[in-house]
Structure formats: structure tokens, C-alpha cells
């Protein structure tokens, strides 16, 4: 919608301002009434908020105060920033109509036919001589029969169809996020005045073309052949309020945008509560320790008994359990280890709230030796499985 | 615009000057010479009136209908259908919608009930009706809907299939419809019919001419 070409009026051939609000324009020059004309101007409506400022803050709060969340960050996090942005959408509304030749199922059953039928002397042959052929003949004569007669539907009656007309995934979120909202109070939807909705917020511009979405959204007009043509599409540029807080929790900075119109979350990221993974990762460690330890206690009071000859035999078994035993209490630490470092966050979607990774974890200390050990294994089973020459 | 500049000359064509019209109109009005003026359509202009409105109520606005008056001329060797047919009451005018709305399905069962009244049941205004919605559906398609009408309605009493039926318009005009607003919604002025208030929301703050 950014008209920035000049126009020149058609009375006085003065420069004229491209219309921002209205078609109606006037000349400044000769002061003639005109009238624009080109197909990118639309009607502008504006979806009023559903909920007040202290509302928003209150949803806001809610989703703050999520089990994840490290706790008290509903009260501690600081608000820094507060805004509201107007996302542009398309609204096409319109007509689409034809007659659709639907066919009608009737089933028709002579009843009183049949009956007489299973009494006639015909059918009672047919009964007694056996024959397969005869019988079914006489059955169909008293089966109901489906009967399709030709029918039409005449339609008549509008659409609407709803696309972005802004890149949405700069916010992290898409319209069917917004879809249902907009939808369900579109009735309440009123003309907006760009100057009054600045004074609110940020009105974001329209950067995906109508043409774009006439093509791949809607079918071309006059299409006919039997199906319904649309007989008149009304494109509107309706605005949905969105609120962004920024916060601040401790040295980091999130994001959360909230609908104004149903006081869903759309997107963003919150930091995730470290107190669980780390008893996560203390749990597994200790379990880890407890369990080798339970197994070398084992091993020692088995091998005190043994006579130097059975120790011999029992040797490489006692070996790989000890192996095993430290694979495990290895992976118990490794997992500790993820649990502690990994950069979790909440990311806020249209969907719910979802666990995710901010970034790569860190490696491991425990890499060396599981390098050692994955190229042990690798080397072994090369080794095994090399194909042996023949003698 | 095919090189042509989008600014057109806004003027009554009759009388030249300026006609009435908001922000989002496509179609304007001259109260003095009662003419709807089309700007897209070189200036073509269409007689408009106001209807007066047949029940009582309280603040008014006007909203702007295409009215279109023609025949249905039918092709059908049937003569049960054609019977069943010729019971039916022949419709009248078809008001289609020419204001914006967001939900036009309200607007169907309007289109036949209009259709339905008596002849001779509308009266025109005398008085120039204020405020009046803004007019932003040109007059396109409305022979097309006006057949699409005619045969639903016959389908109510016979199946149309394979009819063959075109409809021909003697008439379009624009005509503005008294709407009152009422706690709890909207209620036109011909027929009594209630909408929902936020059907018409948009016109919350109706452009005054």
C-alpha cells in the first residue's frame, strides 16, 4: 500500500498526494474533487482490542507464572517495553454461485408387489425345483431398489478467505494462529484510521502484493464448467492487534507477543527454570555412582572366596562387567552433563508453550573417551568383519 | 490502469458538482439530481433513492442496495414443472447489497424476502436521507446473481436441472434502505428484520456525507 509514485490531476495537471485514507481526494491546486482509482486502494477495518492494557499485563502474568519458568518470574522479571503492533491481513470477501447437478438417491421398494410375488405359483416353482437362478429371480423381485434421479442444487452464497499481508515469520508465528480470533469477532470490526492507530501502536505496512494472493488464493473469476463461479470478490486490509512485551530476567533479554483479540500467545522465548535439570543431572550422576559402586562391592566380596585357579577363569568376566559397569556410569554422567548444560528455553507458540534448544550443547569432557571407545568398537568390528584372504 | 492516470474527475455529471460520498466509496451520490455516480465506469450514473420506511423506529441509517428489475426467461417442456412453477409468487425487484459486509450470507434471505414484497409496497423518500453507508460494490455480476436467485427460488418447487433460464435486467438503480440501531442489533426498516449489532459494526461510525 505504499503509494509513493506522484499523480497529476487530470483538471490542472498539478502534482497530487497519493490518497492515504479515502479515494476522494481533492486537487490542492484547482480544488476540484477527484477520484483514485487504482486497484491498490482497499478498504482499511481495524479489529478493536478484546482486553485493557492492565488485562494484557495480566495474561501476560499467567503465561509468566508457567511451571517451567524458573519460579518467581512472574514478580521479578522486569518489563521494559510494552507495545502494540496492527498486523496487516487480507480480507476477501464475496460471492460465489452456479447450479450443481447433485443427483438424488430414492430407493424404491414395491412392497405390495413382493408380497404377492412370494405367493405366485411362478416363485413357489422356482422354490421347489432347487435351481439357483430361478431363486435369485424370484428374490429380486422383492428387494428394495436404489433409484438415482436427477437433481440440482442451485448455490448462492458468500466466502471469505483470510492470508497475511505481512511476512509473519519475522514474529515467529503464522495466521492460522490468528485465524479463529479474527474470524470469530469480525463483527466488531470497524474503519481504521491510520493517524488513531499510530497514536496506539506500530501499524506494520502490507508487503505481500494482492495480486499475489487473488492468483494463488482465490480462483480466477468467471471460472464455469459446472462448478460454482465467483461472481464478485471485495478484498479488505484488516488490522489485528498484537501486544510485544520485552523482559528482562536477570542479564538476558525475552520476547512474548500476545493476541489482543482472544489473549493467546503467539511467540517467543522465555528461559527455563534450571532448578530441575540440574536435580536431573544430580540424580543420574548418583544413581550412576551408586550402581558401580554396588557392582564393584559385588565383584570384590565374589573374588575374596576364589582359588587363584577359579579367579583365573572368571577373570575376563569380571573384566567386562567392570567394562559395563563404567559404559553406564559414564552415560549417567554424560546425560548429567546435558541436562545441565544444554541451553534450554520455553518457545511460545500459537500451539502452547514447547521445551527447546537455544543453541548447540556444549561438548562434552567426557568426548575423548567416548572418541576412544566408539573407535575401539569400530576398529574391533572392522576387524571382524574384514574379509579374510583365502589360503 | 493500463497507462491511464488513476485520478478521475469527480463530478456529477449532470450537474457538476461535487457528489457525496466517504473515504471507501466507489459509488457517489447526487442528492440534487437523485443520481448514484460510478467513477470507474466514466461517470455512469444510475437513478438512487431513499425508501421510506415502512415501521417505526428509532436512529436511522441508510444503507445502499442495487436494485435490479428484469425478467426470467425460461426454456422448460416440463409441464408438471412449469405448473409447480407458475404457483410460486413471481418475485419482484432484487436488492443485492452495495455497502460493505463482512458476512453476506445474512444478506440472502433479505435479497428473497425484498423479493417477495408486494408491488407497490415500497414509497420513496422525499427528504435526502442522512447519514448513508458508503457504496463500494459496483453494479457487476448483478444479472448473474439475479438468475442465480430467481432459480433457487424455483428449485423450492421443482428441480431445475437442465433448465436453461437467463435473466434479463430492465432496470438497475441504487436504493437506500432504512436500517435502525436498537440495543440489541440492527433491524431494517422495510420488513422489521433483526441482525446481529456487530454485523454491521463497521458502520459504527457511519460516514456522513
Known amino acids: 500500500m505504499a503509494l509513493t509514485r506522484t499523480l497529476s490531476c487530470p483538471a490542472c495537471a498539478g502534482a497530487v498526494a497519493p490518497p492515504v485514507v479515502s479515494r476522494k481526494i481533492r486537487c490542492p491546486y484547482c480544488g476540484k474533487a477527484l477520484y483514485y482509482a487504482g486497484e491498490d486502494f482497499l478498504p482499511r477495518l481495524v479489529l478493536p482490542p478484546a482486553f485493557s492494557e492492565a488485562e494484557t499485563r495480566g495474561l501476560l502474568e499467567r503465561i509468566l507464572r508457567q511451571r517451567l519458568l524458573p519460579p518467581g518470574m512472574a514478580d521479578r522479571s522486569r518489563v521494559l517495553d510494552r507495545r502494540r503492533l496492527y498486523l496487516p491481513f487480507y480480507l476477501l470477501t464475496g460471492r460465489r454461485g452456479g447450479v450443481l447437478e447433485t443427483g438424488r438417491e430414492r430407493v424404491v421398494s414395491d412392497a405390495l408387489g413382493g408380497r404377492l410375488a412370494r405367493f405366485s405359483p411362478l416363485n413357489r416353482l422356482a422354490a421347489a425345483s432347487g435351481d439357483p437362478e430361478l431363486v435369485q429371480m424370484a428374490g429380486r423381485v422383492e428387494r428394495p431398489r436404489v433409484v438415482v434421479e436427477e437433481d440440482s442444487r442451485v448455490v448462492l452464497g458468500d466466502f471469505r478467505y483470510f492470508y497475511p499481508a505481512a511476512s509473519l515469520k519475522e514474529w515467529g508465528f503464522d495466521d492460522g494462529d490468528l485465524r479463529e480470533a479474527a474470524l470469530a469477532r469480525l463483527e466488531t470490526a470497524r474503519p481504521a484510521r491510520l493517524e488513531e492507530m499510530a497514536a496506539h501502536g506500530e501499524v506494520v505496512d502490507p508487503t505481500i502484493p494482492l495480486e499475489t494472493i487473488l492468483e494463488k488464493g482465490v480462483a480466477g473469476p468467471g471460472g464455469r464448467g459446472g462448478e460454482l463461479a465467483i461472481l464478485e470478490v471485495q478484498p479488505a486490509l484488516l488490522f489485528l492487534p498484537v501486544a510485544v512485551f520485552s523482559l528482562a530476567w536477570g542479564p538476558r533479554l525475552f520476547d512474548v507477543m500476545i493476541s489482543e483479540l482472544d489473549g493467546k500467545a503467539l511467540s517467543g522465548t522465555l528461559p527455563v527454570r534450571r532448578d530441575w535439570p540440574v536435580a536431573a543431572g544430580a540424580l543420574f550422576t548418583a544413581a550412576a555412582g551408586f550402581f558401580s559402586g554396588q557392582v564393584l562391592r559385588a565383584l570384590w566380596a565374589a573374588s575374596s572366596g576364589l582359588t587363584p585357579a577359579q579367579t583365573q577363569v572368571l577373570r575376563p568376566w569380571g573384566l567386562m562387567v567392570l567394562a559395563v559397569t563404567f559404559l553406564l556410569a559414564a552415560g549417567g554422567l554424560d546425560v548429567a552433563w546435558a541436562l545441565l548444560r544444554t541451553p534450554f528455553v520455553l518457545r511460545v507458540t500459537g500451539a502452547g508453550p514447547r521445551l527447546d534448544r537455544e543453541g548447540p550443547v556444549p561438548p562434552s569432557p567426557l568426548n575423548p573417551l567416548r572418541r576412544l571407545l566408539a573407535a575401539a568398537l569400530v576398529e574391533g568390528a572392522a576387524g571382524a568383519l574384514a574379509p579374510r584372504s583365502r589360503r | ?209
Open chain 2, 1 to 209: 490502469m493500463n497507462g491511464r492516470s488513476p485520478l478521475l474527475p469527480l463530478s456529477c455529471p449532470r450537474c457538476g458538482s461535487d457528489p457525496l460520498g466517504g473515504g471507501a466509496s466507489r459509488v457517489f451520490l447526487c442528492p440534487s439530481c437523485r443520481l448514484a455516480v460510478v467513477p470507474e465506469e466514466g461517470s455512469r450514473t444510475y437513478p438512487a433513492f431513499a425508501l421510506r420506511p415502512r415501521i417505526p423506529g428509532g436512529r436511522r441509517t441508510y444503507l445502499p442496495f442495487w436494485r435490479v428489475t428484469g425478467q426470467l426467461i425460461l426454456r422448460e417442456d416440463h409441464p408438471d414443472k412449469l405448473a409447480a412453477w407458475r404457483r410460486l409468487k413471481p418475485l419482484g425487484a432484487f436488492f443485492f447489497p452495495a455497502f460493505l459486509l463482512l458476512r453476506m450470507g445474512y444478506y440472502d434471505d433479505l435479497t428473497l424476502r425484498y423479493g417477495l414484497l408486494e408491488e407497490g409496497s415500497l414509497e420513496e423518500d422525499d427528504g435526502w436521507p442522512v447519514p448513508v453507508a458508503d457504496g463500494v460494490r459496483l453494479a457487476r455480476g448483478l444479472q448473474e446473481q439475479a438468475r442465480l436467485s430467481w432459480l433457487a427460488y424455483l428449485d423450492r418447487a421443482a428441480d431445475v436441472t437442465g433448465l436453461e433460464a437467463r435473466f434479463e435486467a430492465e432496470k438497475v438503480d441504487y436504493a437506500l434502505v432504512p436500517f435502525f440501531l436498537e440495543k440489541e442489533g440492527w433491524r431494517d426498516g422495510l420488513l422489521g428484520i433483526r441482525f446481529p449489532k456487530g454485523l454491521l459494526a463497521a458502520l459504527e461510525t457511519p460516514p456522513v456525507p
